[in-house]
Every structure is written in structure tokens, then in C-alpha cells.
């Protein structure tokens, strides 16, 4: 067996059998998703992006590491939150509360992915591609997501609008539950 691992952030690069992301976060940095421990602003250790009019900046990876047998794999899921990539400049409870939201989001769909990965019909023929392709549809569907979040929450400006949200996301996460234990 051999391993392979993936830790992308924004994008990633393939180098024989590894994806590796380009700048790395592990250890102290990141905190794992947590149906108990919620993000706190002690938590937001990076520098305001100061290009960007946004209140706070939360920056989410997803994991996934390999372990490629000649007729099987295994798999474990990772879904954090990068301290020193994620930055607040208005800290109110409001505005934390929609910058969890983005973190449950990325959760939902690190729950997605072990359900594609779960019922995947191991190839190893080509489970390479359809490992990469199988993670950069879960990886589209999330930025899709959160990218409506924000539009239609105007950044949690549309105070009903973020409501709603809140609920639609817990709504979520109550329906993806079978698929937490990755």
C-alpha cells in the first residue's frame, strides 16, 4: 500500500500519485470542525487583506488521505479552519456567526465527499482520475455554496436573508449526519 494525500486549499498540483496543496497549514494553525467547539475570534490569527472591504475572511480545507490497495482503498476526511489564513476586522458576534456558518458549510460537503468516496467502486486502474475527479466535483459544489451564501446573505448584510441561511445550513448538516464519522 501506499499513501497519498490531499490538503488543498484554493487549488492543487498533481505530482505522480500525491496532491499536495501549495502552501501548507497543519499542526497549531488549523482546527478541526466540531459539531461541540464553534470558532471563536481568538481564532482569527491572519492579517486583514487590506485590498478587500469584507468584515472578516474564514479560510476552510478539506483533507483527504489515501491509502491505494492493488483491489481496494481506504480513506480519512479531514474538514479545518486555517487560523493564521482566516482574519477579522469586525468582530461581532453577528459577523462570527456568519463566518461559522462558511466553516458548517465546508462541513457539509467534507461529508458529501466521504459519502462519494464510500460508494465509489474502487478501480485501480484508474482511481487516480477518479479520485481527483470525484474530489474536485465535491470541491465545486462547495465553492458554488458558499459563494450563494454570501450573495444572497449580501455577506450577512440582508439580516433575514442570514437567518434563513442559518437554518437552511443546520438543515444541512441534519441531513448529512449518517456521513460524519469519516
Not at 496543496?21 to 481568538?42: K, P, Y
Not at 483533507?63 to 482503498?73: A, E, L, P, T, W
Not at 480513506?75 to 462558511?102: N, P
Request: charged residues 25%.
Amino acid at each position: 500500500m501506499f499513501r497519498i494525500s490531499i490538503l488543498p486549499m484554493c487549488f492543487f498540483l498533481l505530482a505522480s500519485h500525491s496532491l499536495q496543496q501549495t502552501a501548507a497549514v497543519t499542526g497549531e494553525d488549523m482546527v478541526d470542525w466540531s459539531v461541540t467547539r464553534r470558532l471563536h475570534w481568538s481564532d482569527y490569527k491572519g492579517s486583514p487583506d487590506p485590498n478587500s472591504d469584507a468584515a472578516a475572511s474564514t479560510t476552510t480545507v478539506i483533507g483527504v488521505d489515501y491509502k491505494i490497495g492493488r483491489r481496494d482503498f481506504s480513506y480519512t476526511i479531514q474538514c479545518r479552519f486555517s487560523r493564521d489564513k482566516s482574519w477579522g476586522l469586525h468582530k461581532t458576534t453577528y459577523i462570527l456567526q456568519h463566518e461559522q456558518g462558511h466553516f458548517d458549510i465546508a462541513e457539509v460537503y467534507a461529508r458529501k465527499l466521504n459519502e462519494a468516496l464510500h460508494n465509489y467502486d474502487f478501480n485501480y486502474g484508474t482511481y487516480n482520475r477518479d479520485l481527483n475527479q470525484i474530489y474536485n466535483r465535491i470541491m465545486r459544489e462547495k465553492e458554488n455554496k458558499q459563494n450563494q451564501y454570501d450573495r444572497e446573505t449580501n455577506h450577512s448584510i440582508k439580516k433575514d436573508k442570514q437567518i434563513e441561511w442559518l437554518g437552511r445550513i443546520e438543515q444541512m448538516l441534519d441531513e448529512t449526519v449518517a456521513w460524519s464519522d469519516y
